[in-house]
């Protein structure tokens, strides 16, 4: 085991460590699971050859929305006010866009959480709020790589605080309240968006290069990234457990893909 390595009980023990260490302090932690310990924080967005800019990733999306709308029969009318116009000009000038996207709801919040859910390039990056629905993604598909890793993430320190200005990338908490598909209620997901500014006006930023590790010696910290790794030869243990307590992929998607899935992991690792 290497020195970055942990057990799935170790883990589990430093998960609930944190969380409950989080509570005290009124704040909250977020996990992500990655099948590969290799793998930075990037979105599906970042992954992609699409523009980052912010003007014109929504020009995209709501250029496509009529589509999407007569495909899934549902439509998004929350923020209909809120038009390609009322966004390219909250692009213009740094205090509209922190206006808009930073202390507001996030435009289109619920549209876009649905195009994410669904594989359209998106500059949310998903979360969850519980360590086991991490663990599931990060064990779910076999790999030939070494170790997993589950990410935690905290907004903010026990201080509360979180400080930004024009020339700083900022992340934002864009919260469990909107109206989104009914695996995002049943993966517990959150959504994190990264921003930053320059000459061409704000772009979808990496998160990577934002997170911080926790530093004990720091008093003062913000976007705080935890990274624990474990051996993918916990795999089918970790399947199996996460079964007990109804975590699987049927459970998780709520599709024919997902039951297909289930019952493909039951074969193959006794769950």
Same mark, same amino acid.
């Given at each position: 085991m290497s020195e970055n390595e942990l057990s799935w009980e170790g883990f589990k023990a430093q998960a609930k460590t944190l969380t409950e260490k989080a509570r005290e302090e009124n704040g909250s932690v977020l996990f992500r699971g990655h099948a590969s310990s290799e793998w930075t924080l990037d979105t599906t967005l970042d992954r992609s050859r699409h523009?980052?800019?912010?003007?014109?990733?929504?020009? !995209?999306?709501?250029?496509?929305?009529?589509?999407?709308?007569?495909? $899934?029969?549902?439509?998004?009318?929350?923020?209909? /006010?809120?038009?390609f116009a009322v966004? /390219?000009?909250?692009?213009?000038?740094?205090?509209?866009?922190? !206006?808009?996207?930073?202390?507001? $709801? !996030?435009?289109h919040y619920a549209y876009m959480a649905h195009l994410r859910h669904h594989g359209f390039p998106s500059p949310l990056l998903?979360?969850?709020? $519980?360590?086991?629905?991490?663990?599931?993604?990060?064990?779910?598909?076999?790999?030939?790589?070494?170790?997993?890793?589950?990410?935690?993430?905290?907004?903010?320190?026990?201080?509360?605080?979180?400080?930004?200005?024009?020339? !700083?990338?900022?992340?934002?908490?864009?919260?469990?309240?909107?109206?989104?598909?009914?695996?995002?209620?049943?993966?517990? $997901?959150?959504?994190?968006?990264?921003?930053?500014?320059?000459?061409?006006?704000?772009?979808?930023?990496?998160?990577s290069n934002v997170c911080r590790p926790f530093d004990p010696k720091k008093e003062f910290q913000q976007d705080i990234i935890y990274k624990f790794e474990i051996a993918s030869t916990e795999r089918a243990r970790v399947l199996r457990e996460l079964n007990d307590y109804g975590l699987n992929a049927y459970q998780l998607f709520g599709s024919e893909e997902g039951l297909l899935e289930s019952l493909s992991s039951r074969e193959e690792v006794g769950t």
């Open positions: 523009s980052d800019l912010v003007a014109h990733h929504y020009g !995209l999306i709501l250029r496509v929305k009529p589509e999407i709308e007569a495909y $899934s029969g549902r439509r998004w009318t929350e923020d209909e /006010e809120i038009n966004i /390219e000009d909250s692009c213009t000038q740094y205090e509209r866009f922190s !206006l808009r996207f930073s202390m507001g $709801s !996030l435009p998903d979360w969850s709020m $519980s360590p086991f629905i991490a663990a599931f993604f990060a064990f779910r598909s076999y790999t030939s790589t070494d170790r997993v890793a589950i990410f935690a993430y905290r907004e903010r320190d026990k201080s509360g605080m979180k400080v930004g200005g024009s020339d !700083l990338p900022a992340i934002r908490v864009c919260g469990p309240y909107v109206s989104g598909p009914k695996r995002h209620f049943a993966q517990r $997901s959150q959504y994190t968006i990264c921003t930053m500014w320059n000459d061409s006006g704000p772009y979808f930023y990496e998160h």
